[in-house]
């Protein structure tokens, strides 16, 4: 009997961040619910009403970056018109017994990432996607020389109404904040305390166990197998450079996390070769998921390394990665009251169904 067979109710443990556990109950997805059909996908090539579309540039801000420079854009950056953080207003931090604030400093930007309003990320070129990501990459290395009150560009996408997005025209949204997000900074100081007591990148050591670990594990008493995990058992999607793995404690039922195969902190020192391929190995784990799913609505984002003299010394310990988080669920009460995620699809059997696609 393999683990896809069976119910498993087990608690595992983040590795990167321990106090981020998740409970793998494969049991809680056979209890009656209504069963929903995939929301409608706003496939359209352009709208005459989107603001997103070509033609309508009057109804954005003046682009602050578009690829290619010069002539028709292929993808254009403008500022967000409904901004979380911006420069415009500079209001002094203040303390008030434990009542505190900083000043809400930063940029929000938006990535306009096809001419295309309705085209997924699976079906754009390969050539495309390496345009996007060499987007990404210089506007983020912009805003870090624009101001050294920036502390961190986070790049994220929010893609169909369950994951926060707002307009059905494709595009990615860049966030420059003056202080680093408690996730990032828990990674980092996980990941270095990791590296000072065992001398290695945690997060390398778990692409070589997803690449060569194998192991069956027996009943102590009856001597019956309890588990078996084979080699690439987790592994999605495999490029020249990146690797797309399905984490052993998922937060999400199809939650895929894609690493630059060699140590990496930083995601500006990515190459215009490895850019391409990461392209393609994200535009094949979207078409997986989105075979899977039938139409898939998720959050994608990027956590590398923060800039600033005092993160240098975390460059030999922290890995810089994508995570993307299919949302399928809505959080419940116990989710939200506990911290605990609660997954009822085994990783293990999520991995598989994603790997038997076939492209």
Known sequence: MTVHDKSIREIRINPIIPSESVLVATARGMRPKKAEAPAPRDTRAHVETCPFCKGNESMTPPAILTRPEHGDWALRIVENLYPVLDDDVSNPNFNFGLQQTIDGYGRHEVMIDHLHHGIALHEMDVSHLHMLFSAYRDRMLQLYRSNE????????????????????????????????PHNVQTEIEHSHHHLTKYGKCIFCTLIDEALTFEATIYDRDSGEIRRRIDVGQYIIERGKHFVAVKPFASRFEWEVQIFPLVHRSDFLQSSPEELQDLGQVLQRTMARLDAVLGGVQYNYFLHSIPHGDRYQQYSGSYHWHMEICPRTSIPTGFELGSGLFVNTISPEFAAAKLRDVVL
């Open 149 to 180: 009150r920036l502390k961190y560009v986070m790049v994220f996408k929010n893609f169909g109404p369950a994951a926060g997005g707002s307009i059905p025209h494709t595009h990615s949204q860049i966030i420059a904040t003056p202080v680093v």
